[in-house]
């Protein structure tokens, strides 16, 4: 079956069952189909490889309010500014960011990520829409890994919690900042002309309390927007977690750049919705400024070399780049 007969299919399903959700949904598919059309050719948004740094720090779902929230606790966080960023999902941010229109700057790019999108969209060439769509003609410009100085899916290796698989959190694909930091301070001293780093945090699950108290995770922090969503949450019991998670990718961030030299740039692929639109989470082609404006900090690491991690990485032989998706709830 097609995308456009699955998408009739569901959509005549829900007319028959006057199922309002399914139709909803349907008819966000033909939206999203006709926003990638039009945006995988004419980018809405700055692409990061337009502004000057030699290092790249790039937190997931980390939303701008947040950021300044949390300010006051770290030296390095000055003068936060904002950009509107090309995708409102990792998926889409990778597909519209890594383009043809920046290959020579890629060609001395190191990317080290904690995202599975940069395996699905650069190594497996999986581009938008993911999902049923009627109206798609999207034409992207997207490059392949092969277009890189190099590329490093940090979810392939094994987790510093993976001996206390009793209390982690149900993904597989979640990595401790640090590991990501030690994989950016390797590729930091190779050489290569710019650095992105992309780590997981502070998108769910909220494992900071595993990290640092060695806690089993709730549920509330494995799956906080399916507990905000059933009513068995609210936003002050999410919003805390959260930004415990932002402090924990930021304890991290601190810690590379002392370990590694240049102009530092820190921001979101997307933000994340807190109950606009009575959602939670993030949703391709959306707008939204809760989304889409993302931080923007202009900083400077100095290489001092605390910190002298193996340069060799421990590889997870059981990684599944579906599983981790379907795992974070993008299937």
């Known amino acids: ?120 969209t650069l190594i497996n060439g999986v581009r938008p829409p993911s999902h049923p769509c009627p109206l798609d003609f999207t034409n992207w410009s997207t490059v392949s890994d092969a277009d890189l100085a ?50 997981f945090q502070p998108h769910r699950p909220f494992i900071h309390n595993l990290v640092k108290n060695n806690e089993k995770m709730t549920f509330l922090e494995d799956k906080p927007y399916d507990a905000g969503r059933s009513g068995e949450a609210t936003i002050d019991d999410i919003w805390p977690l959260y930004l415990d998670n932002l402090r924990l990718v930021l304890d991290s961030v601190g810690e590379l750049l002392e370990n590694i030299n240049g102009s530092v740039a820190l921001t979101a692929d997307h933000g994340e919705l807190f109950g606009e639109f009575g959602q ?26 605390n910190r002298q991690p193996d340069r060799d990485f421990s590889t997870n032989e059981e990684y599944d780049v579906e599983e981790q998706l379907v795992d974070l709830g993008y299937r």
């Not at 926003?35 to 030699?54: C, H, I, M, Q």
């Not at 939670?280 to 070399?305: A, N, R």
């Open 280 to 305: 939670y989470g993030h949703f391709q082609s959306i707008p939204h400024p809760k989304l889409k404006k993302v931080p923007w900090v202009e900083m400077t690491g100095t290489d001092t070399k």
């Open 1 to 120: 079956m097609t995308y456009r007969n699955e998408w009739a299919h569901g959509l005549l399903a829900g007319v028959r069952s006057r199922d309002l959700g399914e139709i909803a949904t349907s008819a966000f598919y033909a939206y999203d189909g006709l926003s990638l059309s039009l945006t995988s050719r004419y980018p809405l948004g700055t692409n990061v490889f337009e502004k000057a740094w030699d290092v790249l720090v790039v937190l997931d779902a980390c939303r701008t309010d947040a950021l300044h929230e949390v300010v006051p606790e770290y030296s390095f966080l000055d003068d936060i500014g904002s950009i509107w960023s090309v995708g409102s999902t990792s998926g889409e941010w990778y597909a519209k960011t890594f383009v043809d229109e920046y290959r020579e700057v890629l060609a001395e790019t190191a990317l080290i990520s904690a995202n599975p999108y940069a395996e699905h």
């Open 150 to 199: 190099y590329l490093e899916v940090t979810c392939q290796h094994n987790r510093q919690f993976d001996d206390i698989s009793d209390l982690a959190p149900h993904s597989t694909t979640i990595q401790e900042p640090s590991y990501v930091t030690d994989r950016a301070i390797v590729a930091g001293r190779e050489g290569f002309d710019k650095v992105v780093v992309h780590y």
